[in-house]
């Protein structure tokens, strides 16, 4: 039987764990059925510091007492300051790495993966978070190799996944791991899971940090957020800020992670998005509405960043469309769940 450690962290995302509970009960209720024994001895975790002795039906055991485990779970935070997360979580962080020395592979689930880097276990591994979290864990843990884009990754017994959704494509691919391709694919079935989920870039939303206490960023980042749609280069942009070029790039990228180039860059694509969801102006028109002057570069840019052509992202996420008469009305377009 496969030993599944499930750490419960404070202040973690309480659907995060009912999920990974539900999708791997589930599993064990499978074999039931085929009068096979349960494939996964789920266990469940808790700090030093973290009394909860009963978590559902399940009794909780101590992170210091417990065996080698063969797979352990990291589920997400919840809303709130990850730092402030991660600070109450640092007990938990000798345990992880004990676990991975002694051979145990470990997998984090959405912001949980800003546990794993806190303990340096996705030093020089390719990693993914949520995609609106992923700056934060580039800039604060440089050396992750970074695949914001990726909705699952695995690297030297290490796995990590996108955001929300994401987490079910991880489950799916552990479960495939160390159950087979029946079980993985009874289990997509019955949580209407879509399995063929490549990227994750295109739910991702631009939300740049404004609280960081550097006034000069502050106003290049204003500067910037108010004349985006001009076509202005990021020198004229910045060129009346009262510090050099080279401190403003060094000031910005400490403060929110990237530069003002892409900063700029990001914003544009922001605002494009916008407007091919909320809108029905053309490619051509959402382009020079967004600061840029040259449709073939404006399509690379946007599918670099989306991973969609405008044209996609519009069939994707548009709230409008027109009939066949011309007259707009208004259609609620289906969110894929997977």
Same mark, same amino acid.
């Given at each position: 039987?496969? $030993?599944? =450690?499930?750490?419960?962290t404070h202040r973690h995302r309480l659907l995060s764990v009912a999920a990974l509970l539900d999708v791997f009960e589930s599993v064990n209720?499978?074999? &039931?059925?085929?009068?096979?024994?349960?494939?996964?001895?789920?266990?469940?975790?808790?700090?030093?510091?973290?009394?909860?002795?009963?978590?559902?039906?399940?009794?909780?055991?101590?992170? /210091?007492?417990?065996?080698?485990?063969?797979?352990?779970?990291?589920?997400?935070?919840?809303?709130?300051?990850?730092?402030?997360?991660?600070?109450?979580? $640092?007990?938990?962080?000798?345990?992880?790495?004990?676990?991975?020395?002694? =051979?145990?592979?470990?997998?984090?689930?959405?912001?949980?993966?800003?546990?794993?880097?806190?303990? =340096?276990?996705?030093? =020089? +591994? !390719?990693?993914?978070?949520?995609?609106?979290?992923?700056?934060?864990?580039?800039?604060?843990?440089? &050396?992750?190799?970074?695949?914001?884009?990726?909705?699952?990754? &695995?690297?030297?017994?290490?796995?990590?996944?996108?955001?929300?959704?994401?987490?079910?494509?991880?489950?799916?691919?552990?479960?495939?791991?160390?159950?087979?391709?029946?079980?993985?694919?009874?289990?997509?079935?019955?949580?209407?899971?879509?399995? @063929?989920? !490549?990227q994750q870039t295109y739910f991702g939303t631009f939300s740049p940090r404004q609280n960081h206490g550097d006034g000069l960023v502050n106003?290049?980042?204003?500067?910037?957020? +108010?004349?985006? #749609?001009?076509?202005?280069?990021? &020198?004229?942009?910045?060129?009346?800020?009262?510090?050099?070029?080279?401190?403003?790039?060094?000031?910005?990228? #400490?403060?929110?992670?990237?530069?003002?180039?892409?900063?700029? $860059?990001?914003?544009?694509?922001?605002?494009?998005?916008?407007?091919? !969801? #909320?809108?029905? /102006?053309?490619?051509?028109?959402?382009?020079?509405?967004?600061?840029?002057?040259?449709?073939? *570069?404006?399509?690379?840019?946007?599918?670099? *960043?989306?991973?969609?052509?405008?044209? !996609?992202?519009?069939?994707?996420?548009?709230?409008?469309?027109? @009939?066949?008469?011309?007259?707009?009305?208004?259609?609620?377009?289906?969110?894929?769940? *997977?």
């Amino acid at each position: 039987m496969i $030993q599944l =450690g499930l750490l419960i962290t404070h202040r973690h995302r309480l659907l995060s764990v009912a999920a990974l509970l539900d999708v791997f009960e589930s599993v064990n209720i499978f074999c &039931e059925r085929d009068n096979q024994p349960p494939v996964f001895d789920i266990k469940l975790f808790v700090p030093e510091n973290h009394s909860v002795p009963f978590y559902g039906s399940y009794i909780t055991h101590p992170i /210091q007492l417990a065996d080698k485990q063969d797979i352990v779970l990291v589920p997400a935070f919840g809303a709130g300051d990850l730092e402030v997360s991660i600070a109450k979580n $640092q007990a938990c962080i000798p345990w992880l790495r004990a676990q991975y020395q002694q =051979g145990a592979e470990i997998a984090s689930f959405c912001t949980g993966a800003f546990l794993l880097a806190s303990a =340096g276990l996705l030093n =020089g +591994k !390719e990693a993914t978070t949520h995609i609106d979290a992923a700056i934060s864990l580039a800039s604060n843990f440089p &050396e992750i190799i970074m695949r914001s884009d990726a909705v699952v990754t &695995e690297d030297k017994g290490i796995f990590t996944s996108g955001g929300a959704t994401s987490s079910f494509h991880l489950m799916l691919y552990l479960i495939q791991r160390y159950c087979g391709r029946d079980l993985t694919l009874r289990t997509a079935k019955m949580f209407a899971i879509d399995m @063929d989920r !490549e990227q994750q870039t295109y739910f991702g939303t631009f939300s740049p940090r404004q609280n960081h206490g550097d006034g000069l960023v502050n106003m290049a980042q204003q500067k910037i957020e +108010k004349e985006y #749609q001009e076509g202005s280069t990021i &020198e004229t942009l910045i060129q009346d800020i009262p510090a050099s070029r080279r401190n403003v790039v060094r000031r910005f990228k #400490q403060a929110i992670g990237v530069t003002p180039i892409e900063y700029l $860059q990001r914003t544009r694509i922001e605002a494009a998005k916008k407007l091919l !969801e #909320q809108t029905d /102006q053309s490619v051509l028109e959402v382009m020079l509405n967004s600061g840029y002057n040259d449709l073939k *570069s404006f399509r690379q840019l946007f599918k670099k *960043s989306t991973g969609l052509t405008p044209k !996609e992202y519009r069939d994707k996420f548009n709230v409008f469309r027109l @009939d066949t008469g011309g007259a707009e009305k208004r259609v609620l377009r289906t969110i894929p769940l *997977s």
